[in-house]
């Protein structure tokens, strides 16, 4: 199976019908993909599809065959919403982290609040109480912070 793994060529060899989370943590070591519910439900497991979010862990290998995936390893640390992340505090224990930015970077370019808000909705985070999460991501788009 042949897909651009955060901008590289791959090919893997597992099952087309095995979820695209355990083929990016297992077999292309990717662990940055969480998985947190396995059904769909808290978007930890949150990957870019041809630049669209999807849940990894719903996901069949073979849906991606010819497609782009990039993956939190794919930003290398170094996109700003990362850094803005951990300024904000809008990290904690991590699980959700990467859904969340990766979510967040498929935002039009202008985003209002309740733009960021819809976005994020599928993204449950069980430490920060959303609100360094939104000014993170407001940051990054140069919105005024959330009150």
């Given at each position: ?108 370019p202008a985003p209002t609040l309740d733009d960021i808000k819809t976005t994020l909705a599928g993204n449950l985070c069980r430490c920060t ?19």
């Amino acid at each position: 199976m042949k897909f651009t793994l955060n901008g590289a060529a791959t090919d893997v060899t597992s099952h087309p019908m095995t979820r695209l989370m355990d083929v990016l943590r297992v077999e292309c070591g990717l662990t940055g993909t969480k998985e947190g519910c396995g059904e769909g439900e808290c978007g930890a497991c949150t990957v870019l599809v041809n630049g669209a979010p999807v849940c990894s862990c719903l996901v069949p290998l073979a849906q991606v065959e010819g497609s782009d995936v990039l993956t939190i390893e794919g930003l290398n640390g170094e996109h700003p919403l990362q850094q803005l992340f951990m300024n904000e505090v809008g990290a904690q224990c991590g699980i959700c982290t990467p859904g969340m930015i990766l979510t967040a970077l498929s935002l039009g370019p202008a985003p209002t609040l309740d733009d960021i808000k819809t976005t994020l909705a599928g993204n449950l985070c069980r430490c920060t109480g959303y609100s360094a999460i939104y000014r993170a991501v407001c940051k990054w788009r140069g919105l005024e912070e959330p009150t």
